[in-house]
């Protein structure tokens, strides 16, 4: 899944973005402008107006809610199951899908969109960014806990309710070839700090300067980086670079569901150089701030692991599913529909 939080924003365009998914648009980093920001209605269980939206929706089992997606797979595939369950608490749900969240967080603010799946630290530092510019202090860090805490105090002066967030995480993450990792004896980064090997990196050209990427694995984990090749975070032409020896490390997300294919292997980030960027459900406090919708919301947030997560990229990114039927399935699988 090449995903790349374009919208998850990349992990903000952020000062403090990870490397190259998300900026205020890190996932738009990797999907590149491919989608659009048309509105599509994908999972409609209910075509209303966004302007005619009851706004009933907030409290009891009638009324209809917006579900914000972003412009690549996983938040797509979130959307859905985000619809899926509110559709079995009694709302009419509409999926609505804008490019990035650049464009998505003012629709939010404004209820014209009710619920959007998030990635708290990615979330928090746009917030913060918005609020205190774009040289602002971080407030994510690899703590979840504290990254919500933060996050909830940007989002609440905005008419923004920040849900319960989960384990389900998708961070910045480095892979190598499983032959590579056999042959130096690798399982964490501070495996590859400690084997002195050099190492040319496949990821976008931000990673030079992003704090999570080049910077901080020379930094935190002592990793030669002898180079950087732009070939982009996550894509298929970063991943057969390593595959083929040309680089060794490649710059992709933690719920990438390709890297068998290319016969790669995480790198676990055992020093916590990446933010906290649990899913977290965050809604437009007037329109969907009750009980009903955080009830329905919470029970799929408890359930959701990376590892789902991962598999559903994989059905849809590999196997060419659609997404509401990929949400589906699951929805049906864990008995939340």
Do not use: W
Not at 37 to 52: F, P, Q
Not at 75 to 89: D, R, T
Not at 211 to 227: A, N, Q, S, W
């Amino acid at each position: 899944m090449t995903h790349s939080h374009a919208s998850r924003t990349v992990r903000h365009p952020h000062h403090t973005a990870p490397a190259g998914r998300r900026t205020p648009g890190r996932r738009a980093l990797a999907v590149g402008g491919a989608v659009t920001a048309l509105a599509l209605s994908l999972a409609a269980c209910g075509g209303k107006d966004l302007e005619a939206k009851d706004s009933s929706g907030s409290g009891g089992g009638k009324g209809s809610l917006v579900v914000g997606s972003a412009g690549f797979t996983e938040s797509q595939i979130l959307s859905e199951l985000y619809s899926g369950v509110l559709s079995k608490a009694g709302y009419k749900t509409t999926v609505k899908k804008v490019k990035n969240r650049e464009l998505y967080e003012p629709e939010l603010e404004k209820g014209r969109i009710d619920v959007v799946p998030e990635y708290a630290a990615t979330m928090a530092e746009f917030l913060n960014a918005k609020k205190n510019g774009p040289k602002a202090k971080p407030v994510a860090s690899s703590d979840a806990d504290k990254t919500v805490e933060a996050l909830r105090k940007l989002a609440g002066p905005r008419g923004l309710k920040v849900l319960e967030a989960g384990e389900a995480v998708d961070q910045n993450a480095f892979a190598v070839s499983k032959e590579y990792a056999k042959k130096h004896h690798l399982k964490t980064l501070s495996d590859l700090g400690k084997s002195k090997q050099s190492v040319t990196i496949a990821a976008g050209d931000e990673c030079e300067t992003r704090p999570f990427c080049r910077p901080g694995l020379e930094k935190t984990y002592g990793i030669d980086v002898k180079g950087i090749d732009p070939k982009g975070v996550g894509t298929s032409q970063s991943k057969q670079a390593v595959k083929d020896g040309k680089d060794q490390l490649v710059l992709t997300t933690t719920t990438d569901a390709t890297l068998d294919q290319f016969g790669l292997v995480l790198l676990e980030d055992d020093k916590k150089l990446q933010n906290a960027d649990n899913i977290v459900p965050v809604v437009n406090a007037k329109d969907a701030g009750g009980k009903k919708v955080a009830e329905a919301l919470g029970k799929l947030t408890r359930t959701l692991t990376t590892k789902d997560l991962t598999e559903l990229n994989r059905k849809v990114d590999q196997e060419r599913q659609k997404p509401a039927d990929v949400a589906e399935e699951y929805l049906k699988s864990k008995g939340l529909v």
